[in-house]
């Protein structure tokens, strides 16, 4: 079994990394799901990909974490990184205000490609460097409530909120897997198919089933 | 994190003590002044001292230090001037003049170099916002029209047009899916019965090495498993996408196995990986199969993956009536230098391309694969022998060789699909089928066959 985890799990969630390159995504994922952070990080070429299993109100949730720089190189592939994917991080660097600009061309694309209930957070990064900050909170904060996104500032470096974002995106995705909100079929669809591919392993597990 | 400080200055701070300046190139030692300032702030103090601060540079460090500034020029070299040490004897006022001339030189020619960066940065993020419009909108258009009323609009002159310039990725698998077809009728549950029997097999082998029943099957199955194994790790390796650890390594692997358990007379053949995982990026798993197995089912798939040496002559023959057609002088040259179709043409045909031209180019060669079907992939390589076509003529045969076997990293798409369309696929008034007519006789006769160890396959099935 190769997926980096052999723990029993009650949720597979796919979550996605989005945004300009340089803003720290694959710094976000290696603090997240190794406590790592690279200062001298490569670009990312074609897809990271990285799993970690959270314990929230009594369940466990296997984040299985997407990022890439591939995106803007392969086109090919934005099919295959949006498809199935219940959860979204959109980062910006707020020291830099044109990654931030950009927001809104991510998020139509993150819309034209994934699932409308797709829980989306605004992650502004690198906020150990306040000192060049270009984007104001309040600002992003507005932003994102106008736009329905959750809202959280980082740093990577500083190990500074990325549990906090990462969990609190989980724990959305499990609200609305839950609600009778939505409705069967769209989000509940996507969590058992990211998960079939390993439909094998999971038999053998405790409480798979139970979606 | 910082970018890496390209001039870097540095100017005494205290002006009373100020003597005539030195420079230091690439300096390490530390500023006086404590901690390391950023190269921004370090000018940012240096024009408002020199009186340079111009009415855009506001003197509160606070307001808009970034904003707005995304496109403005920083010089950031690492070059630092510093006062002679004190136990040297000071500049003359002319040098130290010279010097300050100079450094102005320096400043203005690295902001000239950056500002020429910036803007073909700016250039880049406005392609690609533009592109990225453009792909949106055509998005819409499939969703909205196209798709609903597929079977009256897919031969209409207007789709075919856009089919032409590319399927927008979010729809690509969808039509890829209509057009390719389920001639096989191939149902999710079939899928999923091949791909257990294929675990199946897999969890065998791994026990049977130490049986001695069934050696020889068992070495057979052994081989393809590691076959496919071998392949996948070489699949995309760049994409990170399908290598042991990534995403779709196991559905990769589900969907090769399975295949083996659905046409064991076909088997794995190496080139077959890539051809699933294009269909993957774009497909579930399930659909993906479907599409796979139908679009090996195609006449062309089917010569080549069973290895049908006469009927891939025959494609070649045909191929070659085209090329002579289209690209006389290149013709003669090949031919001069025994340069062989089969050289270049058996890895484009195998893999559709997607081992040898960028992904997102391969892509649209299936776009339009999909539509005008096996022909395509034929014009596609006189497509790409017309655009180089004064490269290779002044090649002899290893270079020519090597050059169609690995293909330029950057090929431009427009130009190419320019050239395939200026590759016309008429030869004394026929067609690419009917310059094919023979062969295509031959494989009925193998289909024929084919329908009866299929149907022989599908009653061990029901007796396993």
């Known amino acids: 079994h190769n997926m980096g985890s052999d723990e029993a799990y009650n949720f597979v969630f796919k979550v996605v990394l989005i945004g300009e390159s340089g803003v720290g995504k694959s710094n976000l994922l290696s603090r997240f799901t190794k406590n790592e952070f690279n200062h001298d990080s490569r670009t990312t070429i074609g897809v990271e990909f990285s799993t970690r299993t959270v314990q929230l109100n009594g369940f466990y949730i296997k984040a299985q974490i997407w990022d890439t720089a591939g995106l803007e190189r392969y086109r090919a592939i934005t099919s295959a990184y949006y498809r199935g994917a219940v959860g979204a991080l959109l980062v910006y660097d707020i020291t830099k205000h044109l990654t931030y600009e950009s927001v809104e061309r991510w998020l139509k694309e993150l819309y034209d490609h994934a699932d409308p209930h797709i829980v989306v957070m605004l992650v502004g990064n690198k906020t150990d460097l306040e000192s060049e900050r270009s984007v104001p909170t309040e600002e992003a904060k507005d932003f994102a409530e106008k736009k329905g996104l959750l809202f959280l500032e980082t740093s990577a470096l500083q190990s500074t909120n990325v549990e906090a974002a990462f969990n609190k995106v989980l724990e959305e995705i499990h609200k609305k897997v839950n609600s009778k909100e939505v409705v069967r079929g769209s989000i509940n669809a996507v969590t058992l198919n990211s998960s079939r591919a390993e439909s094998q392993e999971e038999e053998k597990k405790p409480c798979c089933k139970n979606i | 994190r910082m970018a890496t400080p390209s001039l870097l200055l540095y100017i005494d701070s205290n002006p009373a003590e100020q003597k005539d300046p030195g420079w230091k190139l690439f300096g390490k030692l530390p500023p006086r002044e404590g901690p390391l300032k950023d190269p921004k702030k370090i000018q940012k103090e240096y024009e408002t001292k020199s009186g340079k601060a111009g009415p855009g540079n506001p003197t509160s460090p606070r307001q808009g230090v970034r904003k707005n500034l995304d496109f403005e020029p920083l010089s950031t070299t690492a070059l630092i001037l510093e006062d002679r040490p004190a136990n040297l004897p000071a500049k003359p006022a002319e040098e130290a003049q010279k010097h300050r001339q100079q450094y102005e030189e320096m400043v203005a020619q690295a902001k000239k170099r950056e500002l020429k960066e910036a803007q073909k940065r700016k250039k880049q993020l406005e392609d690609r916002c533009k592109l990225e419009e453009s792909i949106g909108t055509a998005a819409q258009i499939w969703n909205q029209e196209i798709l609903p009323n597929w079977s009256t609009m897919c031969t209409s002159r207007r789709v075919r047009d856009l089919w032409w310039q590319g399927i927008p990725p979010s729809v690509r698998g969808k039509v890829w899916s209509l057009a390719v077809g389920n001639e096989l009728n191939i149902t999710h549950e079939l899928y999923n019965i091949c791909l257990a029997r294929a675990k199946e097999k897999w969890r065998s082998t791994a026990v ?41 390594y196991d559905v990769l692997h589900s969907i090769l196995g399975a295949y083996t358990c659905y046409r064991p007379d076909v088997g794995y053949v190496q080139g077959m990986s890539f051809i699933a995982a294009v269909l993957i990026l774009n497909l579930d798993t399930a659909d993906a199969f479907i599409a796979f197995a139908n679009l090996l089912n195609k006449p062309c798939q089917m010569a080549f993956f069973r290895v049908d040496h006469s009927l891939m002559l025959t494609y070649f023959a045909a191929f070659e009536v085209f090329f002579e057609e289209n690209l006389p002088k290149l013709f003669a040259h090949f031919k001069k230098n025994n340069l062989t179709p089969d050289i270049y043409l058996i890895d484009w045909i195998f893999t559709l391309y997607s081992k040898s031209l960028p992904l997102d180019l391969a892509c649209r060669v299936w776009d339009v694969f999909c539509r005008d079907g096996e022909e395509f992939l034929f014009r596609t390589a006189l497509g790409v022998l017309r655009l180089y076509q004064d490269v290779l003529t002044s090649m002899d045969f290893i270079h020519m060789a090597q050059f169609l076997t690995r293909l330029p990293d950057l090929i431009p798409p427009e130009q190419l699909f320019q050239h395939i369309a200026a590759v016309h696929m008429t030869s004394r008034n026929r067609k690419w089928a009917q310059v094919l007519v023979h062969p295509l006789r031959l494989f009925h006769s193998a289909l024929q066959k084919d329908s009866l160890s299929l149907d022989f396959f599908f009653f061990n099935d029901i007796i396993y």
Do not use: A, M, W
């Not at chain 2, 068992?218 to 390796?237: A, G, N, Q, V, Y």
């Open chain 2, 208 to 248: 049977l090495t130490t049986d001695t029943e069934d050696v020889l099957d068992s070495s057979d199955r052994e081989s393809s498993l590691e076959l496919i194994k071998l392949d996948i790790s070489r699949t995309f390796p760049q994409l990170c996408i399908f290598q042991q650890g990534g995403p779709y």
